[in-house]
C-alpha cells in the first residue's frame, strides 16, 4: 500500500474481461464486468464485488463468476487462474500493479491445462493423482509414538523446505508446453466408478509435472523418505515421467514459491540415469 | 465383524489426523471437505507448535509448567484434564511430526530448533520456516493419501457438510452431503462421525481465517442439537495486515524471533520510521510489561494496541489505525531462514520489504476458543482416559467433534503454537475411544435404513429447493447481508464489549437472520452454484453469531479475550503499605465472588422456536492447578500475589486438631 504512488491517476471504473464457461463441454464466451475503482484492490475482492452485484457491464442480470479461492494469502494454492495471459495466484495479483501494465482492462481466465468445471474454475484432481504416482510420502512404520526422528543437518533441512512449500497450486504445469490437457468425457452407461478409474489410468500415463518430480527428490532427500526411492524413480522412469521434460523452464519461472523446479528436475534426471543402468546391471 | 465405518468432516490437521489415526486402527474412513484437504485453513498457521523440550527442561521447564502457562493464559476456563493431556503428549506428537517429514528447523547440530512465543518465558516452539501450519498439514496430507491409496480412506473433496444423520434415539448414524461442483445431496451412513471443521471467522467479515470458515458445519451439528460452549471467547490476534479481502495474520513468531511493538510518540509523525530517534519511539508493551515485553499473551497485546490507537490516540496513520511492527535491527539472513514466509506474504500484499521497513499492524479476529460442546473422561492422574468412548463425544452420542471446532483447550484465550498442537492431539487421541464407542454398539452403518437416509436427505433437498426457487419471491442478497454482519459483529463483538452495544446488536442480527432467510439467489442453477452454497452458509452463521453475542452479553466480566470494561478489576490506588494491603484483600475476595459466578463454561442449546440460544453454565475442572488472578501489568500485582499465596498457604495447611 505504501509503495505505490498516491499521487499516479487512477480510473473511476475499472472493466474486468472474464472467459466464462457454463460447464464442461459446453462454449466459452466473453462477459464484460465493470467495478468502481478502489486503491489497494486484488483480483479476489474484484470477484466479490462482481459476485455481490451480479450485474455485467450493460446492467443485465447475470449468474456471478464461479471462481476457486481459500486462504487469499497465497499458501493454499486454490485460487490459480490466468490473469492477463499469464498464469498465478488471484489473492496475491493486486490490481494497481495490473492497472500499471494494462490500465485498460483486466483478463481473467482459467487455467488452460485442466478441465473447466465451471467459469475459472477447473478440475485439479491430476495433480493431486501425481502425488500418489511418485509416492509422496514418508513411508512410517506407524502413528505411535516411537521417540524422534533422525537428526538433520541445516544444511539438508535448507534444501527440502523450500520443496516442501509446494501447494499443488498448478502455476508449473499450466505453463509447462509438455503438459497436455486432458479432458474425457464420462460414456453413456458409464458408471462414476469406472469414469474415474478410466481418468486415472490417462493421468497416470501422461507427464506426471514438475511439482511432481520436485516432491519425489524431497522426499528421496529424507532419511526415512529414501525408503522409497527406487520406486520413485520407476515411476519416474516410466511413461509420462522425466524424459517427459522438455527443459522449457516455463515451471520455475511461474512459480509463486519460487521452488528450484528445474533444480529438482536435474537432479531426478541425474538420479534416474543412475538408477536405469543400476537396474540394468543387477537384472 | 462388520468392516466399520467412520465419517470425517474437515480435512485440517485434526481432520486429517483423525482419519489418519482411525486407518491405522483398521477403521476405514469417508472424509470429507469443503476443498482438497491440501489447502485447508491450517495452511496459514505460521508460527509453530508447543511443546516442552530437552533444552527448556534444563532451565526448569517441564509438561506441567506447559500446561500450567495453558491455563493461567486461557485465564482457567480451560477445562484441565484435557489440557493436561495435551501437554504431556506434546514432545510426542513433535516427535512423531518430524518422523513424517516436517522440515522442522534446525539447530547447527541438527537438533530441532525452538523460539519463544507469547505466554511463556520458555522456548517451547518448534517450527518450520513460517509456514510450520502448512508444513504440519502437508505431512498429515501426505499420510492420508498414503492410505487412501491403500484403499483405507475415500475422499470427498469439494463435499459440503449439510447436517448429521439422527435415528430415533437422536444417535448419529451418518451425515448428509452436497457435492459442490454437481449439487447432489447424498446421504452417508457411518458407525461415528467426527467432525473437525475449524473455526468461524466469517462471522465477522472478514478476519485472519480463510474463506471455507464459516462455521456452518458447527451450526449444522448445534442446529440438530448439539451444544455449543463458550462461544463468546473469540481470540482477535494483536498483528495482522489490514486488506480489503483478508486481514492477513502477521505471526506473533515475528515478536518471537524479537520483533518490537512501537509507535511514534508524537501522533502521527508523517517522519519515515526510521528517521525517528530512538527516543521518540514509544516501545509500550515492552515499558508497560517489561517481564513479557512484545510477548504477552494475545488478548493483552491486542487490548495494548487497540488502547494506544483508539484512547491513546497514537496510531502511525490518522484515519487508518495501525502500530509498527520492527525486525529491520535483526540480520536479514536470519530473518530470511526464520520468517521468510510471512515477510514475503507482507512484502506481496503490502509492496514494502519489511526487512527494511517496519510493517504496519493492527488487531483481527482470528481464532474461536469455543465451539461445540464434547465430553470427557477424566482419568485418575488428573489427565484423560484413553480409549474411554465419551472422550470428544459431542451431546449427540457418535457424533465426535476435535479441533478448532471443539471448546475445551484454550479457556479464555489461546496461547500462540498452541492450536497446531491441540488439532493434531485431538485427532490423534480420539482414534481408540471412537474405536471403542463402536465396538460397544449393537448396530452400525450397515444397519441404518434407507428410509432413515431418504428422510434425512429430503429435508436438505427442500431447503436446496426452496432456496433455488429463491424463497418464492425473496429480494435480499446474500452478499450485503454477509458484510451487514460482519460490520456489526466486529463493532461490537470484538477487543472492547458493552453491554447497551450487545443489546442492540442481538436486535439487529435478528433482524438480518430474518433477512437471510428470504435472499435472492443471482444464480439459480444446479451446476456447481456457489451462490446457493454460499446462502445457506451464510443462514448458518447466524446461529453461531447468536451465541456469541448472548454469551457475552451475559457474562458481566473481564476473562481473556473477553473485555468489558464496565466490569474491569481496578488497580491498587493506596500508597500507604497498610492501607494497599487491605485494597488487596478486597481485591481477592472480589476476585474469588467472581470466579464462583463466571468461572464457567457457557453452555448454549439452539431453540429452533425462538430461533436463538438458551444458555446454561457449566462448572469447569480446576482440579489440578487452582485459579489464580491474571496479573499482567496490574498496578499491585506484586502485594495482590503476596496476599493470594498467603491465603492459599493457609487453605492448604494441614487442619490442626
Known amino acids: 500500500m505504501i509503495a505505490f504512488d498516491a499521487s499516479q491517476k487512477r480510473p473511476e471504473f475499472i472493466k474486468v474481461r472474464i472467459r466464462r464457461q457454463d460447464g464442461p463441454g459446453e462454449k466459452p464466451y466473453w462477459e464484460l464486468h465493470q467495478i468502481t475503482y478502489e486503491p489497494e484492490l486484488n483480483v479476489i475482492s474484484v470477484l466479490q464485488r462482481i459476485a455481490s452485484q451480479a450485474t455485467n457491464s450493460d446492467g443485465k442480470k447475470v449468474a456471478p463468476v464461479t471462481w476457486d479461492c481459500g486462504c487469499l494469502e497465497e499458501v493454499c494454492g486454490s485460487c490459480t487462474m490466468q490473469i492477463n495471459g499469464r498464469v498465478r495466484q488471484s489473492c496475491s495479483a493486486l490490481v494497481d500493479r495490473l492497472l500499471e501494465d494494462n490500465e485498460d482492462e483486466l483478463v481473467l481466465e482459467p487455467m488452460s491445462k485442466f478441465p473447466v468445471i465451471r467459469d475459472l474454475m477447473v478440475d485439479r484432481q491430476r495433480l493431486f493423482r501425481a502425488l500418489e504416482r511418485v509416492k509422496a510420502w514418508v513411508p512410517v512404520d506407524s502413528y505411535y509414538n516411537l521417540g524422534p526422528g533422525e537428526r538433520q543437518l541445516r544444511d539438508t533441512q535448507e534444501q527440502n523446505y523450500p520443496l516442501s512449500q509446494c501447494m499443488s497450486c498448478g502455476c508449473c504445469v499450466d505453463a509447462c508446453p509438455q503438459y497436455k490437457k486432458i479432458e474425457l468425457k464420462k460414456e453413456a452407461g458409464e458408471t462414476d466408478e469406472a469414469f474415474e478409474a478410466r481418468k486415472e489410468a490417462a493421468y497416470d500415463e501422461s507427464f506426471v509435472g514438475p511439482h511432481a518430480i520436485s516432491q519425489a527428490m524431497l522426499f528421496n532427500n529424507h532419511p526415512t523418505g529414501k525408503a522409497l526411492a527406487g520406486e520413485r524413480l520407476e515411476a519416474l522412469t516410466g511413461p509420462g515421467g522425466i524424459q517427459a521434460c522438455g527443459n522449457a523452464q516455463n515451471c520455475v519461472a511461474v512459480c509463486p514459491k519460487e521452488i528450484p523446479l528445474t533444480t529438482s528436475i536435474g537432479r531426478a534426471g541425474r538420479a534416474a540415469t543412475m538408477y536405469k543402468i543400476k537396474k540394468f546391471f543387477d537384472k | ?657
Open chain 2, 1 to 657: 465383524m462388520p468392516e466399520q465405518r467412520v465419517i470425517v468432516v474437515g480435512g485440517g490437521l485434526a481432520g486429517l489426523a483423525s482419519a489418519m489415526k482411525l486407518s491405522e486402527l483398521g477403521v476405514k474412513v469417508d472424509l470429507f471437505s469443503l476443498t482438497p484437504v491440501k489447502r485447508s485453513h491450517s495452511v496459514c498457521a505460521q508460527g509453530g507448535i508447543n511443546s516442552c523440550n530437552d533444552q527448556t527442561r534444563q532451565l526448569g521447564d517441564d509438561e506441567w509448567k506447559h500446561f500450567d502457562d495453558t491455563v493461567y493464559g486461557g485465564d482457567f476456563l480451560n477445562h484441565q484434564p484435557p489440557v493436561k493431556e495435551m501437554a504431556f503428549w506434546a514432545p510426542k506428537i513433535i516427535e512423531l511430526m518430524d518422523r513424517l517429514g516436517v522440515p522442522f528447523n534446525r539447530t547447527g547440530e541438527g537438533f530441532i530448533d525452538r523460539r519463544r512465543f507469547g505466554g511463556t518465558l520458555y522456548k517451547r516452539t518448534a517450527f518450520a520456516g513460517a509456514t510450520t501450519g502448512q508444513q504440519l498439514l502437508y505431512a498429515l496430507d501426505e499420510q492420508v493419501r498414503r492410505q487412501e491409496a491403500a484403499g483405507n480412506i475415500r475422499k470427498f473433496e469439494f463435499w459440503d457438510f449439510l447436517g448429521p444423520i439422527q435415528d430415533e434415539t437422536g444417535r448419529c448414524r451418518g451425515i448428509v452431503a452436497q457435492d459442490m461442483v454437481s449439487m447432489e445431496i447424498k446421504s452417508f451412513a457411518a458407525d461415528a462421525v467426527v467432525v473437525g471443521t475449524g473455526g468461524c471467522g466469517l462471522v465477522y467479515g472478514r478476519s485472519t481465517m480463510s474463506v471455507f470458515c464459516t462455521g456452518s458445519a458447527a451450526s449444522r451439528c448445534f442446529q440438530a442439537g448439539a451444544k455449543y460452549a463458550n462461544g463468546e471467547f473469540i481470540q482477535v490476534h494483536p498483528t495482522a495486515i489490514p486488506g480489503s479481502d483478508k486481514l492477513r495474520l502477521m505471526s506473533e513468531s515475528a515478536r518471537g524471533e524479537g520483533g518490537r511493538v512501537w509507535v511514534p510518540r508524537k501522533p502521527h509523525d508523517a517522519r519515515m520510521p526510521k528517521d525517528i530517534p530512538a527516543g521518540e519511539r514509544y516501545y509500550f508493551l515492552e515499558e508497560r510489561y517489561p517481564e513479557y515485553g512484545n510477548l504477552v499473551p494475545r488478548d493483552i497485546a491486542t487490548r495494548e494496541i487497540f488502547d494506544i490507537c483508539v484512547n491513546d490516540g497514537l496510531s502511525i496513520d490518522e484515519e487508518r489505525m495501525s502500530v509498527y511492527l520492527d525486525l529491520t535491527h535483526i540480520p536479514k539472513a536470519e530473518l530470511d531462514r526464520k520468517l521468510g514466509g510471512i515477510l514475503e506474504i507482507y512484502e506481496k500484499f503490502q509492496g514494502v520489504d519489511p526487512r527494511i521497513e517496519p510493517m504496519r499492524i493492527f488487531p483481527a479476529v482470528h481464532y474461536s476458543m469455543g465451539g461445540l460442546w464434547a465430553d470427557y473422561q477424566k482419568s485418575a492422574d488428573g489427565g484423560l482416559e484413553m480409549g474411554a468412548p465419551q472422550n470428544h463425544m459431542t451431546n449427540i452420542e457418535g457424533l465426535y467433534a476435535i479441533g478448532e471446532c471443539d471448546y475445551h483447550y484454550h479457556g479464555a484465550n489461546r496461547l500462540g503454537a498452541n492450536s497446531l498442537l491441540s488439532c493434531i492431539f485431538t485427532g490423534l487421541f480420539t482414534g481408540p475411544s471412537i474405536v471403542a464407542y463402536m465396538a460397544n454398539q449393537v448396530s452400525g452403518a450397515g444397519d441404518v435404513t434407507e428410509a432413515m437416509k431418504s428422510a434425512a436427505q429430503k429435508k436438505q433437498q427442500e431447503r436446496h429447493d426452496h432456496l433455488l426457487s429463491n424463497n418464492s419471491g425473496g429480494d435480499e442478497n446474500p452478499y450485503l447481508i454477509h458484510q451487514e454482519l460482519g460490520d456489526i459483529m466486529t463493532r461490537v463483538a470484538t477487543v472492547v464489549r458493552r453491554n447497551d452495544q450487545l443489546s442492540e446488536a442481538i436486535g439487529k442480527v435478528d433482524d438480518l437472520h430474518k433477512r437471510s432467510m428470504n435472499v435472492s439467489l443471482a444464480d439459480t442453477g444446479n451446476w456447481s452454484n456457489q451462490n446457493v452454497i454460499f446462502a445457506k452458509s451464510l443462514q448458518d452463521m447466524f446461529p453461531i453469531a447468536k451465541c456469541i453475542l448472548k454469551g457475552a452479553l451475559q457474562r458481566d466480566e473481564c476473562r481473556g479475550a473477553h473485555f468489558k470494561p464496565d466490569f474491569q478489576k481496578p488497580s491498587l490506588t493506596a500508597e500507604d503499605p497498610g492501607e494497599r494491603r487491605r485494597q488487596a484483600e478486597v481485591w481477592l475476595d472480589e476476585f474469588d465472588k467472581n470466579n464462583e459466578k463466571y468461572l464457567k463454561s457457557t453452555v448454549a442449546d439452539w431453540n429452533d422456536g425462538s430461533q436463538s440460544p438458551d444458555l446454561t453454565y457449566e462448572d469447569v475442572d480446576t482440579g489440578s492447578i487452582k485459579p489464580r488472578p491474571r496479573l499482567y501489568g496490574l498496578v499491585g500485582a506484586d502485594i495482590i500475589e503476596d496476599v493470594f499465596a498467603e491465603r492459599t498457604r493457609e487453605e492448604d495447611a494441614p487442619a490442626t486438631v
